[in-house]
C-alpha cells in the first residue's frame, strides 16, 4: 500500500542502507532543465551517438551547440537537495548513489561512491583510438580553433549542456582533435541517447541493489529502462521503494512504499534535518 506521508519515508530512510537512484529532476534547481516536463513527456530530441560519429556536419553541429552552453553547464553549482543527499550519506543512513545526471554535483557536494550510469560531461573520448580527456583541455582547443566565435549566444541551456543556437553559426565552427591519433571523432563521455550503459557498471549497480535495506529514486521519472529495471530487480527481492520526484513517474503503485511528488530540494532538505543526529544502528 503506498502512502504519501514525509514521515513514512523519514521512517524508512532512518534505518540506514539507503541505496539512492537519483537523476535529472535532482539538478534542476541548480540550473540544468529536465528532459522531460512534469507530464513524462520528452521536450528534447537528443543527438545520438551514431548521428554525432557519422558526419562532420553532426559534430560541428553538436561540439558549436556544447561549446556554448559549456561555461553555464561547468558552472553550475549542487543545490540543497544534493548537500542534502551528501549528509544523510554522512550520517551514515544513504550508501551507495546511482545517478542518471551527467553534471558531477553529487561529487561537488561532497558525496561519496556516486556510480554514474549515463557517464560525465567533465570528459570526452576520442572513438577512433580510445584517448580519454579533460573536458576543460577540449574547451582550450576548441577556443584556439575558433578565436572568433561568438560563445555568448543566449538560448536556454537544454539537459546535455548544450544550447540551441543560430544554425548560420554552426557551420563555421572548427572540430577540436584528438592530439593522439588527429581524429576528429571526440564524443563526450557519456552514454548518449541510443547507446547503452556499459555491462560492468550495470552489474555492480545491480549488486548494490541487492545489497541494499532500501532504494530512494530521488528526481528521476524511471521513464528509461537504465534506470527502472533496478527498481524491477529491487521489487522482485522484497526490497522497498520510496520515490521523491516533482511529476510523473513510470513506477507503478504496486511496486513503490513511499510516493511523494514535491519539490526536490524542499522535500530533502527537510528529510535530512528530521533525520540529523539519528545514525543508523
Ligand atoms: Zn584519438
Known amino acids: 500500500m503506498v502512502t504519501t506521508d514525509p514521515a513514512a519515508l523519514a521512517e524508512l530512510v532512518s534505518g540506514g542502507g539507503v541505496l539512492a537512484l537519483t537523476g535529472a529532476g535532482l539538478s534542476t534547481d541548480s540550473g540544468i532543465p529536465d528532459y522531460r516536463g512534469a507530464d513524462g513527456k520528452r521536450r528534447f530530441q537528443p543527438m545520438t551517438a551514431q ?21 553555464r553547464f561547468a558552472a553550475a553549482e549542487p543545490n540543497a537537495g544534493h548537500t542534502a543527499v551528501a549528509s544523510l550519506q554522512g550520517a551514515g543512513l544513504v550508501g551507495p548513489i546511482i545517478t542518471q545526471n551527467v553534471d558531477g554535483l553529487h561529487q561537488a557536494a561532497g558525496s561519496r561512491g556516486v556510480a554514474e550510469l549515463h557517464g560525465s560531461l567533465t570528459h570526452v573520448v576520442c572513438m577512433h583510438c580510445g584517448e580519454r580527456y579533460d573536458r576543460s583541455m577540449v574547451d582550450e582547443w576548441l577556443q584556439l580553433a575558433n578565436p572568433d566565435f561568438d560563445r555568448s549566444a543566449t538560448g536556454a541551456l537544454r539537459p546535455d549542456g548544450d544550447v540551441a543556437i543560430a544554425e548560420s553559426l554552426i557551420g563555421d565552427f572548427r572540430l577540436a582533435h584528438c592530439v593522439v591519433c588527429g581524429s576528429d571523432l571526440l564524443k563526450p563521455d557519456v552514454v548518449m541517447f541510443g547507446e547503452s550503459v556499459p555491462k560492468d557498471l550495470v552489474e555492480q549497480c545491480f549488486a548494490q541493489v541487492e545489497a541494499a535495506r532500501v532504494i530512494l529514486v530521488l528526481g528521476s521519472s524511471l521513464a528509461v529502462m537504465s534506470g527502472y529495471r533496478f527498481i524491477r530487480r529491487a521489487v522482485r527481492r522484497g526490497i522497498p521503494v520510496a520515490v521523491v520526484t516533482h511529476g510523473w513517474t513510470r513506477a507503478t503503485d504496486e511496486e513503490v512504499s513511499v510516493r511523494i511528488d514535491a519539490p526536490l530540494a524542499t522535500t530533502l532538505t527537510e528529510l535530512a534535518d528530521s533525520l540529523a543526529g539519528r545514525r543508523a544502528s
Open 51 to 71: 548521428e554525432l560519429l557519422a558526419t562532420p556536419a553532426a559534430r560541428q553541429r553538436y561540439w558549436a551547440r556544447s561549446y556554448v552552453g559549456w561555461p
